[in-house]
């Protein structure tokens, strides 16, 4: 039987906190799988694109996912698409997730994760581009971390005004006026032109960029990366598809992953007044993590409908 989770079954099932360890330890364990994951997108004769992500495996799961996510940017949802959890003893399709849910949850969680490694302590926070993925992460922060002000912009004045609303901040007239009140900055945007550069920036800002995750997409500035210890989630998917592409920088202009500061191996942040960015591309390992744990939940609490697609 399968379990097909919908986007109201996960959001019964997940929890910021419980996600965010999960995350948390996949970061740690991801380097240790035996199987690369892969990302594949293609532009298609639509307005939109399609990507896969391939094979989602962490040591210790006896799972692996298959996502397929459609990219329309002016649809609303702009992201909508299927997580296959698979197991890995026979291939039996255990559950089929809401994408967009899982992305959403998996994306701006592990930016939470990133951005409070990072990030100086009790800093206002920023906002540019109050969608999904930004609503996450700022409720991953919460579960992590105080924080003082938030300022909120978006191209959409009534977007960013419900999401102030949400979260007890205020509205910010542009992607400047945001950087210059806040100490930490979270970008999750469509850009294909950099929203700030250097001259924006401050001695001990943190920006995590999440709208970097595809070729042409560009939120930050080449000399606002190179000046700052960038961080990311794979050096590989950056350079190929990522922050780095998108800038035009080479491999080694990423300082160290993610995972590599969360196991020790670099110190991250060493002093108040360094400039850092998390700039993450998102792994497939990510959505293994989140789906598995949401199946776990959903099967012990018998939540979504159940069917055999084999009759």
């Known amino acids: 039987m399968t379990r097909v989770l919908t986007r109201s079954d996960l959001e019964a099932v997940l929890d910021p906190v419980a996600c965010v360890a999960a995350l948390r330890e996949g970061f740690v364990r991801a380097p240790d799988a035996t199987v690369a ?3 594949v997108r293609t532009d298609l004769p639509f307005p939109g694109t399609a990507t896969a992500l391939i094979p989602g495996v962490l040591p210790g799961i006896d799972a692996y996912t298959v996502k397929v996510n459609a990219k329309f940017p002016d649809a609303r949802p702009a992201l909508r698409g299927v997580v296959c959890l698979h197991s890995g003893r ?16 998996r994306t701006g969680l592990a930016a939470a ?28 922060l919460a579960a992590l971390r105080d924080r ?6 978006d191209a959409d004045p009534e977007r960013a005004a419900s999401f102030a609303a949400r979260h007890g901040g205020r509205v910010a007239g542009s992607p400047g006026e945001v950087a210059a009140a806040a100490g930490t900055v979270v ?7 950099p929203l700030l550069a250097l001259a924006d920036a401050a001695p001990g800002q943190h920006f995590t960029s999440l709208g970097a995750d595809e070729p042409g997409k560009r939120e930050l500035a080449a000399d606002l990366l190179t000046s700052a210890l960038l961080v990311v989630d794979d050096r590989q998917l950056a350079l190929e598809t990522g922050v780095l592409a998108s800038a035009g920088l080479p491999g080694d202009a990423a300082d160290a992953t993610l995972g590599e500061v969360l ?5 991250g942040r060493t002093s108040p007044t360094t400039l850092t960015v998390y700039a993450p591309v998102g792994q497939p390992w990510q959505d293994l993590a989140l ?3 949401a199946y776990d939940h959903a099967t012990h609490r018998n939540i979504g409908q159940q069917l055999n697609l084999l009759n």
């Open 37 to 39: 994951g892969r990302r």
């Open 90 to 105: 026979d291939g039996e399709l255990l559950a089929l997730l809401d994408s967009a849910t899982v992305t959403a949850w």
């Open 113 to 140: 994760l990133g951005t409070h490694v990072l990030a100086g302590p009790g800093e206002d926070v920023g906002v540019i581009g109050a969608g999904a993925q930004a609503e996450l992460t700022v409720r991953g």
């Open 148 to 153: 003082r002000e938030l300022v909120v912009y």
């Open 187 to 193: 970008l999750a945007t469509w850009s294909r032109e």
């Open 263 to 267: 196991n020790g191996t670099h110190p």
């Open 291 to 293: 789906a598995w744990l």
